[in-house]
């Protein structure tokens, strides 16, 4: 199977998977528009998506295509929790990008046992087994942070947050409804069969009650900001074990 991040950054392309996503990033807000919230600007803003935005071109220019789990905000993690000390944050800016991409080792030292999971884990994320297609396409913004009516809920495009609201009809479960305005539980599970999420519950028994969760200390209702060793490691455990019998069922990983 093509691999997009490969052909994407073509010759800046390597085996550092951390390189390869900040040069992906800033390469994709150098070709990025201004954005501007008319008709023409939101047209544009989609033209772009179709040719930068990685889960896109694993789907043709799909504009429903979404990234399953957040690169971005696990490396932020991980850097701000080995930084912490030196009391550094990271911000998805140029600044931040240049610096992680130019020597990742000053602020993520690869012999450490947390940057190693960060890297397998990142190795998977640039591949077709971290893409999905989703049924409605504003469920992309609504998976990270839920704005809609009076919730406002942070899910940072948590997997096991993402299945355990597909059946709630207040939050992600909109995108399911029936004739009689209820979650379908049928188009729930059709959803996940087709996207191949099933490794998410419990025995593979898709249901809310089967979600596993992201961490021992996590709640499925919320998404958990992880601030901790144990929480981080045991999240990228997961992580790596979802993408890896993921890729499995969608056809491996080969470079065609």
Same mark, same amino acid.
Request: hydrophobic share 40%; net charge negative; glycine share 6%.
């Given at each position: 199977?093509?691999?997009?991040?490969?052909?994407?950054? /073509?010759?800046?392309?390597?085996?550092?998977?951390?390189?390869?996503?900040?040069?992906? =990033?800033?390469? /994709?807000?150098?070709?990025?528009?201004?954005?501007?919230?008319?008709?023409?600007?939101?047209?544009?803003?989609?033209? =772009?998506?179709?040719?930068?935005?990685?889960?896109?071109?694993?789907?043709?220019?799909?504009?429903?295509?979404?990234?399953?789990?957040?690169? =971005?905000?696990?490396?932020?993690?991980?850097?701000?929790?080995?930084?912490?000390?030196?009391?550094?944050?990271?911000?998805?800016?140029?600044?931040?990008?240049?610096? *992680?991409?130019?020597?990742?080792?000053?602020?993520?030292?690869?012999?450490?046992? *947390?940057?190693?999971?960060?890297?397998?884990?990142?190795?998977?994320?640039?591949?077709?087994?971290?893409?999905?297609?989703?049924?409605?396409?504003?469920?992309?913004?609504?998976?990270?942070?839920?704005?809609?009516?009076?919730?406002?809920?942070?899910?940072?495009?948590?997997?096991?947050?993402?299945?355990?609201?597909?059946?709630?009809?207040?939050?992600? /479960?909109?995108?399911?409804?029936?004739?009689?305005?209820?979650?379908?539980?049928?188009?729930?599970?059709?959803?996940?069969?087709?996207?191949?999420?099933?490794?998410?519950?419990?025995?593979?028994?898709?249901?809310?009650?089967?979600?596993?969760?992201?961490?021992?200390?996590?709640?499925?209702?919320?998404?958990?900001?992880?601030?901790?060793?144990?929480? *981080?490691?045991?999240?990228?455990?997961?992580?790596?074990?979802?993408?890896?019998?993921?890729?499995?069922?969608?056809?491996?990983?080969?470079?065609?």
């Amino acid at each position: 199977m093509k691999n997009m991040m490969k052909s994407y950054l /073509g010759d800046d392309y390597s085996s550092n998977h951390l390189r390869n996503f900040c040069l992906y =990033w800033l390469k /994709g807000m150098a070709l990025g528009p201004e954005w501007e919230d008319t008709v023409e600007g939101r047209a544009a803003f989609d033209e =772009w998506r179709r040719k930068n935005d990685l889960d896109c071109l694993y789907f043709d220019g799909d504009l429903c295509a979404d990234t399953l789990m957040s690169a =971005w905000t696990i490396i932020k993690w991980v850097a701000e929790y080995l930084n912490m000390e030196y009391g550094i944050k990271f911000s998805k800016c140029e600044k931040d990008l240049k610096l *992680l991409a130019a020597d990742r080792d000053a602020y993520l030292p690869a012999k450490d046992d *947390l940057v190693k999971l960060l890297d397998r884990f990142l190795e998977l994320a640039e591949r077709r087994c971290n893409y999905i297609l989703l049924p409605d396409r504003r469920m992309n913004n609504d998976r990270y942070e839920f704005r809609r009516s009076a919730k406002y809920i942070k899910f940072f495009d948590q997997v096991p947050a993402t299945l355990w609201h597909v059946f709630c009809k207040e939050t992600l /479960g909109q995108y399911f409804l029936g004739d009689n305005g209820e979650v379908d539980e049928r188009k729930v599970e059709e959803w996940i069969r087709r996207e191949k999420l099933q490794m998410g519950f419990a025995n593979r028994v898709i249901s809310q009650e089967n979600v596993i969760p992201l961490t021992s200390t996590a709640r499925l209702y919320f998404g958990k900001r992880l601030k901790t060793r144990s929480d *981080l490691e045991e999240a990228l455990r997961y992580m790596i074990c979802f993408l890896e019998q993921r890729e499995k069922e969608i056809g491996g990983d080969l470079d065609e």
